[in-house]
């Protein structure tokens, strides 16, 4: 035996094993004579990690640490309930079956949700939730094909009074409720209309309730099939068809078929039409019926905006005689075609002022705001 623990087999050369065994000690290998009387090589010592001897005789393997699943993570508070208490962990996306009530919960003691939007347009009454010390709860009562979207959930952290989303710990779900007799998701709209611009893709929206079934984009007149090549034109159970580089040729009436164990089905249809102003604040102008008047006459001042189609414009006016004379203000607006079928909104905001006086004259200044900026205008009314 050679030091604590180490036994060396008897063999009949005995010089030739106390070299074997010097030079096992020397190197740190195993060694051990054949019954030849030679020393065999079994093995070096074994790396980090395997089977290692403590002090006790014990013998342990060591285990690399598991990665923790960042997928899994990002999931990890938002919950549905089952029955009998039990919960199921959310994906990416879920299936379910409409008609049954769906509870969502989330762990924290401050949650934001978002859902789909026409739950909060009609104030649903169906939706409902809760927060308790531990969790937020969400319940939707019968469900149906109309509620397919994603539904999200975040822990707010608040520093004082204020209060902001914390998006590291943000978790959402895209919830499917699958009908066959509606394989697309239902619109109040029976008719819309998609804008098409050339600095950026466009999306004809027929999301379907179940992500198996197959979907094709078609015109309507003259009647062809749309290919989704997947580089022009892709498609996403939870967009729709997305048109990357738009052009004037896409324009007309789409829809879409779908097909999923029977009948197909056809979507809502889609106007595409093509956008000629791009977007950025106001484009304005400013026109009075006379910049010269007398005393007595009637003045007319009109504030034009071309803009984005489904962009919002509103006016401001101020003038001369503001809180001292009374004016008549209307604001409207339309879709005028432009150029080779290119589609723009037209705003406008006509001021009528009766009966001039001498308090009427001078810098008439209309105020343009609409979601990508402001723009003002102004003209000077004199008297003759």
Known sequence: MLGSGHFVPVTRNPHFLFNCCRSWWKHGEERRSSPSGDCQQLKRRKDAGENRIRPGGKRVKLRAPKLKDAGVKGQSLLTQVLDKGRFLRLGQSTTLTPGRNVELRCKGDNIGWSYPTYLDTFNDSRLSIKQSDKYSQLILSSPSAADTGPYSCWVITCDGTECERDHDRSYVSYIYFTDKDNLFVPSAIHFEIVYLRP???????????????????????????????????????????????????????????????????????????????????????????????????????????????????????????QDLRPVHVVTSWRLVNRGMGHTTRLSQSVMTLEDMETIDFGHYVCRTKNQHGETTVSINVISQ
């Not at 179940?210 to 015109?219: N, Q, S, W």
């Not at 896409?250 to 977007?279: D, R």
């Open 199 to 321: 600095d950026g893709p466009a999306v004809v929206p027929c999301r379907v309730t179940d992500p198996l079934a197959k979907v094709t984009l078609h015109r309507e007149v003259p009647p062809e099939e749309i290919p989704a090549n997947g580089t022009l034109v892709t498609y996403e159970p939870t967009k729709g068809f997305v048109l990357q580089s738009p052009s004037p040729e896409h324009q007309g009436v789409l829809y879409c078929k779908a097909v999923a164990k029977g009948t197909p089905q056809i979507s809502t249809k889609y106007q595409l039409l093509y956008v000629e102003v791009p977007s950025g604040p106001p484009f304005v102008s400013v026109q009075a019926s006379s910049e010269s008047a007398r005393g007595g006459d009637d003045l007319n001042v009109t504030c034009t905006v071309l803009g984005e189609p489904e962009v919002d414009v509103s006016f401001t006016w101020s003038y001369p005689g």
